[in-house]
């Protein structure tokens, strides 16, 4: 410790003899600081903890204040899990599993494959967070899909204090600009996320390999597994991800929800990244002889299901419950005739003889992308109908047939979002020159189409109605559209419709920061309705301000369907229940084909498996032939998908993928980590450094003896007012932010949610353990005090400690050191002169005792102080350094047990108490006298 700027400070170990790096003794990390100590710097003198002042006493009962203030300031915990403290967000018991797992690991190679909206990016973030803070690595990478960049770099800046840069095709030039010459982008800056697709470029692949971080995250890593059929994309990112793999040194976290789908090959693609041995497995790994086998794998892969969580050690994680429907309606019989003239239409355009094939192809996806914007809504069908198609502009023939392919399925279909966000613009329908016969006929139906939207479209009615009544019932519903041009229609009807209620768009016309912060405006409204296309799909979670989904427009990738529901159905949704609502024209024969081939499938395995399962590759190529014979049939005729020969094989194989991934489930389902290892592990950092109880103790008890009038309600939240009190500065900050709180639980309105690491509990304990420290005489918690209480026999003292240690670590020829610190509380009693010790359970109870007789004050100071010289005696201060160095010893060896097999090997920890442990506060609890 050290006196500078009349304060005393605790000396951070990154310091040198010139130059300081001080927190104040007391503060937090906001709070450190730089001091120059060298030749013509600050005058910096060396300080020693104070005893507490037997003077500034009060009674014993307000000891706990400071305990859960001392235990709720702390930052940087000695404990084996270095992280928890300066979290923030508050991890959920399953969310330490992985983090058990990567800790027993040299490197850490795990493939998270937990279910959509359990928290992987939680999971794989704290992984980051720790071993940033234990000091074995310094710099990180998150390889994503583009449009999930913005997401990671805000929860890793919120909850786990990383300040990432995202280096995307449109900031990577911007970014290198700010390095120094022959710099690079990613040595430049510590923390990246990194658009996959970005790296694996001639442009930037060598650059990053050679200076990639020794930490990486691949999130969506199925989108770069490696398998018959994958196409060049998935080949160039597994490559990168192989040569990744190959730095024995590196920790490799790979995130998935879907790391199996059926597909055997692709799977252990990704298992060869975690360990090359896995390369050799048997197909089959059942059986006895296998269990070495399957308890290798084990050690990597975490893979489970909200019912494998949500009642994990007893600890209840509240998922909302969940009510689908589907909704139909019928055609209008103006949009029923439009619908007819449209399909003969479009069987004409596609069996033009003597056509190149180029020109076919350009004519298939112009007429499949006119019936799904007409099965969409009459403005979308406009849009089509005025639109040219693809690149059928004039001049030389188009002869590339995959590009036609590849354009054609982006605007039309539902491709994966693997490293791309969806499309949502209207595809064109216009094939023939802009003066011809054909052209002026598309012109009069999209003229038909638009007279549609004048009270014809019995769709948006039913949608209306809908929206009406979940808002209603309390409800914030998010409306799924397919293309701009139907979700703007329905924006602006909605608006109009629905009195009081604020209603927008979010399409891909805004920008991500855009969509965010148009999306938060909607959210502090108190009605609200989203209207949105597939580029809120995935990249911004939305169950804190909306409770239903409206699939408006039928996705045909079901895989879309999980990822609008899951922005609400996810843990932390606000409200208990969610709605999910399908709409479907029962007359579209586009719609009905779609839900029969793959909605109704698709969500039947989810029921049946408790998983999602994506449709089988074939899924596009499937539907190619039935719109094919949806074109060829009488406009009136029926069809029945599982008629055909194509539908059945195609279930099969959708099936089998289901059964593939079953058998995946129960043969790696997580048992590398037993529960009791979490369990005990969990307590322990529970009582160092609090919890969400200790949070609520400590700031009711603060509020209320600041004057503050804190008034219960039924539900479970807390009021603050400050009454007619004079409310202290320090305090007006908390009340201004937070006038109702609850503790735990899942965010609200106006509610603000207080648990151990949030900002505003970090800020009250600073303050009450600072001014303990600094201003004892105006001081709400005391470091001294005295009781009577019938819980005691002999007089009993109570000593609050605090420990810093020096966590030393060590890995080759890399030494670096971490200071730590931990509460600890002790007590003692005196017979016959010798101090004896008390049981550490004995010692939580004291805290509780109540207060039932009075002391004098005199003689309060008075036995005050002989406490104090007592603290000052050699053989006090000789077993309070014993404590210190036993505690040293029993945290290297709660490092080594979380570490298991990984202990030793890597990284090596010494742990060393620079001293005697500080005495915060003397408490004693005298017995009530005997009548005689």
């Known amino acids: ?101 990567a800790l027993r690991q040299t490197p850490a190679r795990l493939l998270i494959a937990d279910d959509v909206g359990v928290g992987k990016t939680i999971e794989a973030g704290l992984i980051a967070r720790e071993l940033l803070d ?39 030039r911007r970014l290198e600009r700010g390095c120094n010459p022959g710099q690079s982008v990613f040595d430049r800056y510590r923390f990246v996320v990194v658009s996959l697709d970005l790296v694996k470029s001639d442009r930037w692949r060598q650059d990053f390999l050679t200076n990639a971080p020794e930490f990486v995250i691949v999130d969506e890593a199925h989108a770069s597994a490696e398998g018959e059929g994958m196409g060049s994309k998935r080949h160039q990112r597994y490559r990168l991800l192989e040569e990744l793999a190959k730095d024995p040194e590196r920790h490799l976290i790979l995130v998935t929800a879907t790391p199996h789908s059926g597909k055997e090959d692709a799977f252990r693609s990704l298992l060869k990244l975690l360990n090359p041995d896995f390369a050799n497995l048997p197909l089959d790994l059942s059986g006895a002889q296998n269990e070495a086998a399957r308890r290798s794998l084990a050690r990597h892969l975490v893979q489970r299901g909200r019912a494998d969580i949500q009642d994990y050690l007893r600890e209840d994680t509240p998922f909302p419950k969940r009510h689908d429907a589907e909704l139909k309606y019928t055609l209008h019989p103006e949009y029923a005739a439009l619908f007819d003239d449209v399909l003969a239409y479009a069987r ?388 201004e932010q937070a006038p109702s709180f609850r503790f735990g639980g899942t965010p609200e309105r106006n509610v603000t949610v207080l648990a151990r690491n949030h900002p505003l509990v970090e800020q009250l304990a600073s303050t009450v353990l600072g001014q303990a420290l600094d201003d004892p005489q105006h001081a709400l918690a005391k470091r001294v005090g005295v009781i009577r209480t019938s819980g005691v026999s002999v007089v009993t003292t109570l000593l609050l400690l605090r420990h810093r240690f020096h966590l030393t670590g060590r890995k080759g020829n890399r030494t670096w050191q971490t200071l730590a610190e931990e509460l600890d509380t002790l007590a003692y009693v005196r017979r016959a002169g010798q101090i004896e010790w008390l049981p550490a359970e004995q010692v939580q109870t004291l805290l509780d005792l109540p207060v039932e007789g009075n002391v004098d004050a005199a003689d309060k100071e008075t036995r005050l102080r002989t406490a104090a010289e007592l603290l000052q005696s050699e053989d006090m201060q000789a077993a309070l350094s014993e404590r210190a160095r036993a505690r040293g010893a029993e945290l290297l060896a709660a490092h080594e047990r979380v570490r298991g097999a990984a202990s030793g090997q890597g990284a090596t920890y010494s742990v060393e108490p620079p001293g005697p442990p500080d005495v915060l506060g003397v408490y004693l609890f005298l017995p009530i006298p005997k009548l005689s």
């Open 1 to 101: 410790m050290v006196k500078v700027r009349g304060r005393d400070w605790v000396v951070l170990p990154d310091s040198t003899e010139e130059f300081l790096l001080l927190k104040p003794l007391g503060g937090n990390d906001a709070e450190v600081t730089g001091v120059f100590a060298g030749p013509g710097g600050e005058e910096v003198q060396s300080a020693a903890f104070a005893l507490p002042d037997p003077r500034g006493f009060s009674n014993a009962g307000r000891a706990k204040l400071l305990v859960n203030a001392a235990k709720l300031a702390i930052r940087s915990g000695a404990g084996p899990f270095r992280s928890l403290a300066r979290l923030g967000v508050e991890p959920r018991p399953y969310q330490l599993v992985p983090l058990l797992m």
């Open 348 to 735: 004409e355009s596609v069996h033009v003889p003597g056509e190149t094939l180029g020109r076919t192809r350009i004519r298939w996806w112009a007429a499949l992308g006119l019936l799904r914007a007409l099965a969409s809504s009459p403005q979308a069908a406009a849009a089509t109908l005025k639109e040219r198609a693809l690149t059928a502009e004039g001049g030389e023939e188009p002869t590339d047939l995959t590009l036609i392919d590849a354009v054609g399925r982006e605007q039309v279909y539902d491709p994966d979002a693997e490293t791309s966000e969806a499309t949502d613009l209207t595809p064109g329908a216009q094939v023939e020159a802009p003066d011809t016969e054909a052209t002026r006929r598309l012109l009069k139906l999209a003229d038909r189409a638009l007279a549609l939207a004048d009270g014809k479209d019995n769709k948006l009615g039913l949608l209306t109605t809908q929206v009406r009544d979940l808002v209603k019932q309390g409800f914030a519903p998010i409306v799924f559209c397919r293309f701009i041009a139907t979700a703007e229609a329905v924006a602006a009807h909605l608006a109009g419709e629905l009195k009081g209620v604020a209603v927008d768009a979010v399409t891909g016309r805004l920008t991500p920061d855009e969509r965010v912060t148009k999306v938060g405006e909607l959210a502090a409204q108190e009605k609200r309705v989203l209207v949105a296309t597939d580029c809120l799909s995935e990249g911004i979670n939305l169950q804190q301000a909306f409770s239903a989904v409206i699939h408006y427009d039928l996705p045909w990738n079901p895989t879309r369907l999980d990822q609008r529901e899951g922005r609400v159905d996810r843990y932390g949704q606000a409200s208990g229940e969610v709605r999910v609502l399908t709409i479907y024209g029962e007359d579209n024969r586009i719609d009905t084909l779609i839900l029969d081939v793959l909605v109704r499938k698709h969500r039947l395995i989810r029921a049946t498996l408790g998983t999602s399962i994506p449709a089988p590759e074939e899924a596009e190529s499937l539907l190619d032939v039935l719109l094919a014979k949806v074109l060829d049939m009488d406009t009136r005729q029926a069809i029945q998908p599982s008629l055909f020969a194509e539908v059945q094989d195609f279930d099969v194989k959708w099936r089998d993928a289901a059964e593939g991934e079953k058998k995946s489930r129960s043969r790696f389902a997580q048992n590398a980590i037993q529960p009791g290892e979490v369990a005990g592990e969990l307590a322990a950092v529970r009582s160092a450094l609090g919890d969400t109880k200790a949070a609520q103790e400590f700031v009711l008890d603060a509020l209320q003896g600041a004057g503050v009038i804190v008034s219960p309600r039924m539900d479970g939240t807390f009021q603050a007012n400050p009454g007619q009190a004079d409310v202290r500065a320090e305090f007006r900050d908390f009340l």
């Open 134 to 172: 234990r000091g074995e690595i310094s710099r990180m990478a998150v390889l994503c899909p583009p449009h999930l960049a913005e997401q990671w770099v805000e929860e890793l800046r919120a909850k786990f204090g990383i300040d990432a840069v995202a280096v995307l095709p449109g900031t990577a």
